[in-house]
């Protein structure tokens, strides 16, 4: 844990990371464990608007704040005004920058203008430009995320253990919370999570095979499977999925919120996800993942907090990783990294999760 004595002089602690919704998830083990450690310093959690339904029983000493900084808090006289209300109310006197981008460097800017130390991420850009380049690959594994994150806090002088486990502790979710979704988790039955959408083309496996996945899947005895999605585009692309099979739900048909949906995979027994805001949201809930991997690699960092590559489906090839986040044009033109993946082999895998958690 952090000696209290370390940092007198930090009473309220501004820290910032506005997107993606996945790099905000990344966030959370690491704030509600500084919190936990320095209880005496207050720390105020900036971000947008949706992403700060994330942070679920944060620790008392934790305010999360969601701003709308598209349109009231948008250009550089947003942001002033942004650090003024927020330097007036909250008595900001060190600032976190888990984000590093434009947005975070004005802010940065006008508090150092009124004597507040700053502090950012060091993204590791050269070691991300090295393992995604086209020839010459350096094919080591770089540091995570949530490394990256805790860096930038012991900068500052925070010294602290990892003590998160879940955002509902040591138990589960009240399951009235998702009593809209599904009844309560009867015994004996096992619980998949399926989330096939990601961001970016790299990095979704072909609809038409992980439909076949959930076919099977769906086939097994005494399993229910919830198909998670957002967006009309996804609500009609899943629809046919739960359709045509009494045990699969889809959540796309409407927008529940992040608190039911982290309470309802509270109960599950694992996710299938790509490598998406998806998998980063099971692991604050301790719900192990299956991810699948195509135009990215868990390399790059960006693995789920506590998730094992073991449980990462990718296939070998040399032209992998080409892109950090999944945005890039395939080298090859067929996304061969995802359409070569058999779908026997994710039906394996979450076979060989579901089969450790009965032993």
Not at 66 to 86: M, P, Q, S
Not at 116 to 127: A, E, L, S
Not at 330 to 340: E, K, P, S, T
């Amino acid at each position: 844990m952090g000696r209290n004595d370390e940092i007198p002089r930090f009473a309220n602690v501004l820290i910032a990371r506005f997107s993606a919704l996945g790099d905000v998830a990344m966030t959370v083990p690491v704030i509600y464990s500084v919190c936990a450690a320095y209880p005496h310093v207050n720390f105020i959690m900036i971000t947008q608007e949706v992403p700060a339904s994330l942070f679920i029983n944060a620790p008392s000493n934790l305010t999360v704040l969601g701003f709308d900084i598209k349109t009231r808090y948008h250009g550089v006289a947003g942001l002033w005004r942004l650090c003024r209300e927020l330097r007036s109310k909250y008595h900001i006197d060190a600032f976190v920058d888990l984000h590093y981008v434009l947005r975070t460097h004005f802010i940065s800017l006008f508090l150092r203008l009124a004597g507040i130390p700053c502090r950012h991420i060091n993204k590791g850009r050269r070691g991300k430009r090295a393992l995604t380049r086209a020839s010459n690959k350096r094919m080591l594994p770089l540091i995570s995320s949530r490394a990256r994150y805790r860096e930038v806090f012991h900068r500052f002088g925070f010294s602290f253990d990892e003590t998160f486990t879940s955002i509902f502790g040591d138990e589960r979710a009240n399951p009235a919370a998702f009593a809209e979704i599904s009844a309560p988790k009867p015994a004996g039955e096992r619980w998949i999570a399926v989330a096939p959408f990601a961001k970016h083309r790299g990095k979704i496996y072909p609809l038409p095979l992980m439909a076949k996945v959930v076919d099977a899947m769906a086939a097994w005895d005494n399993v229910r499977i919830f198909l998670f999605g957002a967006g009309e585009q996804e609500r009609d692309i899943l629809h046919p999925w739960a359709e045509r099979h009494e045990n699969v739900v889809s959540l796309a048909e409407k927008r529940y919120g992040f608190p039911v949906e982290l309470s309802l995979l509270s109960y599950c027994d694992v996710m299938l996800s790509m490598d998406s805001a998806n998998m980063h949201l099971a692991a604050l809930v301790k719900l192990t993942v299956v991810s699948v991997w195509g135009a990215t690699h868990p390399y790059c960092g960006f693995m789920g907090w506590h998730q094992s590559e073991r449980n990462a489906v990718q296939l070998n090839m040399t032209c992998r990783p080409c892109s950090v986040f999944g945005n890039k044009p395939c080298y090859r033109g067929d996304y061969y990294c995802l359409a070569g993946i058999p779908p026997s082999l994710m039906i394996s895998k979450v076979k060989e999760v579901l089969d450790g958690k009965c032993e």
